[in-house]
C-alpha cells in the first residue's frame, strides 16, 4: 500500500481577497467578508483549512472504523479556532497562525464509548491533514 | 492590532466520504473520487487544505505588496504535493501527511524581480495557513 498519490490545485487571484480554484474537476472560491476587503463570495481560507481538517478526519474516522467492525451511525465534527491576526496585519507579534485548533467530535456507533474514543485517537494519528497541521511541514515556495 | 478572529466550521457525514460543511453563511461538499469509495460530490480534504493555502498566500500577497506601495497586476498560484497514503491505509509506514508541498508563484507587478521575492518571502512568513502548516499546532480532539 505504499502507492503515492498526487494533489494539485491551480488558482488565479481575481482580486486582493478572492481567488478562482481548480480541483481536478472541481471549482471553488475563495473571499474575505467586508471586514478584510472583500465581497465574501465563498469562505475564507482558514475556513477552507478547518473544511480539509473536518473531511479528512470523516474519512479517516470511518475507514479506522470499518477495520474494528464498527458502524458509525452518525458523526458531526465541529473545528474552532481563535487566532491572533497582529503578525498578519503588520508583522510584528508572534506566530501568524492558530496557536491551538479544538476539534468536537460527536459520534453515534454500534460499539461503546471507549472504543469509540480508540477509533477517533487512531485517526487523528492516520489523517494526512491533521499531521500536517500538528507537525512541520516544508512548504516549498517557487516563484516563476 | 491584538485582535482575535474566532473562525468555526461545523459539519455532519453524509457518508463514509461525503460530509457537509458549514462555514458562516457558507455551504461546502468535501468527498472523495471513487477510487476512495466516494462518488466525487465535492473536492477530497487534501484539496480543500491546498485551496485555504493558495487563498491565504493571496490575501497575504497583496496585503504585503500594497504596504510596500506595489501593484500586483496579475497572480497565479499552484500548490501540489505526493502523498504516501500507508499509514493512512493500515496504519503502518511514515508520517501519514504530506512531507513536503510546493507552491508556484506566478506574478505580476509594477515592481522588479527582486522585490517581488521579498513580498512573497515576507508574505510566506505572515500566511496564518502556511505558518500552521510549516510549524507544530497542537490540534485537539474532543469526544462529545
Known amino acids: ?8 490545485v ?6 486582493n481577497t478572492k481567488l478562482e480554484v481548480k ?7 475563495v473571499d474575505e467578508p467586508s471586514q478584510f476587503g472583500g465581497e465574501d463570495e465563498g469562505p475564507n481560507p482558514l475556513e477552507y483549512m478547518f473544511t ?23 458523526l458531526e465534527i ?3 479556532g481563535d487566532i491572533n491576526l497582529e503578525k498578519f496585519m503588520d508583522g510584528t507579534g508572534e506566530r ?12 453515534e456507533t454500534d460499539t461503546g464509548s471507549e472504543k469509540e474514543s ?6 487523528e494519528e492516520r489523517c494526512p491533514v491533521s499531521d500536517n497541521l500538528q507537525h512541520e511541514t516544508n512548504v516549498k515556495l517557487n516563484k516563476g
Not at 1 to 8: K, R, S, Y
Not at 10 to 15: I, L, P, Y
Not at 99 to 106: D, G, K, L, R, S
Request: with cysteine; hydrophobic share 40%; charged share 30%.
Open 96 to 107: 501568524s497562525g492558530f496557536q491551538e485548533i479544538t476539534v468536537e467530535i460527536e459520534i
Open 118 to 123: 480508540q477509533i477517533i485517537q487512531e485517526a
Open 1 to 8: 500500500m505504499g502507492d503515492e498519490l498526487h494533489i494539485e
Open 23 to 29: 480541483e481536478r474537476g472541481h471549482e471553488a472560491v
Open 52 to 74: 480539509g481538517l473536518a473531511g479528512c478526519l470523516n474519512v479517516t474516522i470511518h475507514h479506522v472504523a470499518l477495520e474494528k467492525e464498527v458502524e458509525v451511525k452518525k
Open 10 to 15: 491551480t488558482s488565479e487571484a481575481q482580486s
Open 78 to 80: 465541529d473545528v474552532t
